[in-house]
């Protein structure tokens, strides 16, 4: 039977290619200044312009400073390529966050916080951790300028279906344990390749319990294991989280939704192409040391 991956994924393969590639296609895609220049730039070079610009959301959130945003940008280079996020998005019809308005954030934030982000959407945006929206049910993952430009050309991206993993933490975790413990006790006995090829997929008893947030944490550093992305399966919170948010569904569209999300989890046969089981007794506050995120001990330790 399916996982909660291969439900997702399958749903939105387009073609199946010679070898191992398929043409997947993107419900969203987020971008921001630093990884979409040169991707718009060969656009235009290929007279070729972006295919659905209403599944496109813009922030400017890694080359801003954090205070007095009201100021010019001092660095010459993060101020370019600011105004050329703010012109292709123009040009482009794509809605964007500005600098200094209520929705301007970190784009991993900002999407799930608007409801943009929604249980079942294939994610793509030009950072490493895009992996963070998986928190809410999506398969969500990282891409190069290449395939941004690929993506914003035709709403798909070519990809081979990574290998399914599902790590378990069950149990009830000790006082002062919090989500960054988890995912830091999860690589340090794994390694930062533990997920190379993976999709993983975090389930169990003490995933269940953790807060929105706190899933987004787990999701977001499921990349420093090496995995491809990481993933939660809706559930009452996730729906909790989302009803009322500005672009999440209203009203009988929601009540069909939630409907449709319920759907979205492993069947209980479901088989992973690996699967590690923890006691969440075992963990305890962590700290790291060194130069990877598997150099990590307990504080007891």
């Not at 205070?67 to 993060?78: G, V």
């Not at 999709?199 to 169990?204: L, T, Y």
């Not at 399966?233 to 948010?245: N, S």
């Amino acid at each position: 039977m399916n996982t909660l991956f291969d439900k997702i994924w399958d749903a939105h393969t387009v073609k199946i290619l010679d070898g191992d590639s398929c043409v997947l296609y993107i419900d969203r895609q987020y971008i921001h200044e630093v990884t979409s220049p040169q991707a718009f730039a060969s656009l235009r070079e290929r007279g070729v312009g972006v295919f659905r610009p209403a599944q496109v959301t813009a922030s400017p959130d890694h080359n801003i400073p954090t205070h007095d945003q009201h100021l010019p940008i001092a660095d010459p280079q993060s101020a370019a390529q600011v105004a050329a996020l703010y012109g292709n998005c123009a040009d482009n019809g794509i809605t964007m966050f500005p600098i200094g308005s209520p929705r301007n954030g970190i784009i991993h934030v900002i999407g799930p916080e608007t409801g943009l982000t929604q249980p079942g959407m294939t994610i793509v945006c030009g950072d490493s951790h895009t992996s963070t929206h998986g928190a809410l049910g999506c398969i969500a993952f990282g891409i190069g300028t290449s395939e941004v430009e690929m993506a914003l050309a035709s709403q798909c991206i070519l990809q081979s279906k990574p290998k399914s993993m599902r790590i378990n933490i069950e149990g009830e975790l000790r006082p002062g344990v919090c989500s960054k413990d988890i995912i830091l006790y999860i690589i340090s006995k794994i390694g930062t390749g533990g997920g190379t090829g993976h999709f993983v997929e975090f389930a169990g008893s003490a995933i269940r319990s953790l807060s929105m947030e706190a899933r987004m944490t787990v999701c977001n550093m499921s990349i420093e294991m090496g995995a491809r992305g990481g993933m939660i399966a809706p559930d009452q919170t996730t729906f909790d989280y989302l009803k009322g948010r500005e672009f999440a569904p209203q009203g009988k569209a929601w009540d069909e939704a939630v409907e449709r999300w319920s759907a979205l989890r492993s069947e209980p046969d479901a088989v992973f192409d690996k699967e590690i089981t923890f006691d969440a007794a075992d963990i305890e506050p962590m700290i790291t040391y060194g130069t990877n995120p598997s150099m990590g001990v307990a504080v007891g330790g």
